[in-house]
């Protein structure tokens, strides 16, 4: 397929607004800490497990610090002084604090301390670097999907149920599975422990959930002769320490967006915009693929007529992963077809959409989202919806897929549902696999126009989000037609700023 004919000025200059957007926002948030970003800095140092009242030892371990003033200071010196003074590991010292047997202060020698933070963090990044260099010699071994790369979820609620379904999805085609999370963990201030079975809407993200899931993935991957990839929701206020679960257990994909919590879930925008850019950090060093969420815009606005606020968070989200250290491999920026099927030439439109997304992003891991919005319980028309999204997908060539469901708008799919999608999305795939290399888009024609508009209005949007600030720009609704405003949204009582002699060994590590 030819490309669309785009004026790549306008391109440049919509990504130069997105990048000072992004640096404006890093730069005035990178005085402050969070809590969860101590608390996920303490897990990478070895701190895990539940007091006796099943509160987890990183959040016991930073309220201490934090009640006692320590926290502008950073966990990771203050925690490396007490291990050093007390010959105890930062789980012992932890475990002490939370037994009421320990209180900490500042460390008696600082360099000293900082000495050991940077040892106890370097043994972790070659633990995260070991299980990078796994996930390379396994897809080597085993090979994997062709792409598009289809993304089935599973959310039982119970992680053993969830593994019978995640088997059963990968022998029947599926690449990708997503563990969906237990409805409202997001705005859980902790990550529970342990293997879960009662979930709401799906199941708890736990760092032994993400151990048993990965193992059953590996098993039935050797029996397959396929890779099969992981992907959880690093998102919500324990962003950081999610994300450090699963560089720790080896996920492949994390969603991890710069706005969709403070959007869709009303938590902080400091503190959200301060979690990602450690969280992204923690992803890019373990070689995950963060997934974007600009798909969910258009579940509340137009898509027709909000394409370009899509657009404009892509280029958004592309420049704070980069100020994060993903590379564009690992960019799964997300967009939808969303488009109402009633509207005239919708199919064009939709093809229009997708193909400007990947003209602009020629080296990311797009994920594109299937119809939900306009799903209406209909089964028969809901496939056919869903088999012109697969059509759009193979003939614009993304990367990750997410199977559409014909029961969407009816009940959470069986077994039997994402059969049905898993065979859709093959049949198309397949059928018009090289059908890109075969046709052109018309000069001028109404697909290229369309997407000239909508590159037009990207532009204008991100020159007045540059002369307004992001801030501002969400607070008037910018984005999926929602306003949130900057002191407003749960968790802004963990924004900690930081004292002059903060200190956090991760950053120098990762940041390569």
């Known amino acids: 397929m030819t490309q669309l004919t785009l004026d790549q000025a306008q391109i440049d200059a919509a990504r130069r607004s997105a990048g000072k957007i992004a640096r404006d926002v890093f730069e005035d948030m990178n005085r402050f800490t969070t809590t969860t970003v101590e608390r996920a800095t303490l897990r990478l140092m070895g701190v895990d497990g539940v007091d006796e009242n099943q509160v987890p030892l990183p959040n016991r371990l930073v309220s201490h610090l934090q009640e006692r003033g320590l926290l502008p200071h950073g966990a990771a010196a203050v925690v490396a002084g007490a291990m050093a003074e007390h010959g105890l590991s930062a789980q012992q010292v932890a475990q002490e604090v939370a037994d009421g047997k320990l209180a900490l202060d500042r460390p008696r020698n600082p360099d000293a301390a900082r000495k050991s933070a940077k040892a106890q963090a370097a043994a972790m990044c070659e633990r995260i670097a070991a299980k990078r260099a796994d996930r390379d010699r396994f897809v080597d071994q085993l090979g994997e999907g062709r792409a598009p790369w289809l993304y089935l979820i599973v959310a039982t609620g119970n992680i053993h149920e969830d593994i019978v379904q995640a088997r059963a999805a990968a022998e029947q085609g599926a690449d990708i599975i997503a563990v969906i999370r237990s409805t409202g963990q997001s705005l859980l201030d902790y990550v529970p422990y342990g293997a879960t079975t009662e979930g709401f809407g799906g199941t708890y993200a736990t760092q032994e959930n993400f151990r048993l899931m990965r193992a059953a993935l590996d098993e039935v991957g050797q029996k397959i002769g396929r890779y099969i990839r992981l992907t959880n929701y690093c998102s919500g206020l324990c962003m950081p320490e999610i994300a450090a679960m699963g560089a720790m257990e080896r996920l492949d994909m994390m969603l991890n967006d710069s706005m969709y919590g403070i959007i869709f879930r009303d938590i902080n925008m400091k503190r959200t915009f301060i979690d990602q850019f450690f969280s ?47 590379k564009p491999g690992q960019m799964g920026l997300g967009h939808a077809f969303e488009i109402n099927p009633d509207l005239e030439n919708g199919f064009l439109w939709e093809l229009a959409h997708a193909q400007l997304v990947r003209q602009v992003f020629p080296d990311a891991s797009l994920k594109y989202m299937p119809p939900t919005k306009h799903m209406t319980g209909n089964i028969f028309k809901g496939h056919i919806q869903d088999a012109l999204f697969n059509v759009v997908s193979v003939l614009t060539r993304q990367n990750i897929h997410l199977l559409g469901m014909m029961t969407e708008a009816i009940h959470t799919p069986f077994i039997h549902d994402r059969f049905l999608a898993v065979q859709n999305a093959k049949y198309v795939f397949g059928t018009m696999r090289d059908l890109h290399e075969e046709v052109e888009f018309k000069a001028g024609g109404k697909i290229e126009q369309r997407a000239r508009q909508v590159l037009a209005e990207t532009v204008a949007v991100l020159a007045d989000i540059e002369r307004i600030g992001l801030p501002a720009a969400i607070a008037r609704g910018t984005f999926a037609d929602i306003s949130r405003t900057p002191d407003g949204g749960k968790g802004l009582d963990g924004v900690i700023a930081k004292a002059d002699d903060y200190f956090n060994p991760f950053p120098a590590l990762m940041l390569q």
Do not use: C, K, P, W
């Not at 606005?301 to 250290?325: C, K, P, R």
């Open 280 to 326: 992204r950090m923690v992803n890019a060093y373990a070689g995950i693929i963060i997934n974007t969420g600009e798909d969910n815009y258009l579940t509340t606005a137009d898509a027709y007529d909000a394409a370009h606020t899509v657009l404009a968070s892509q280029l958004i989200n592309e420049q704070f992963a980069y100020v994060s250290g993903l």
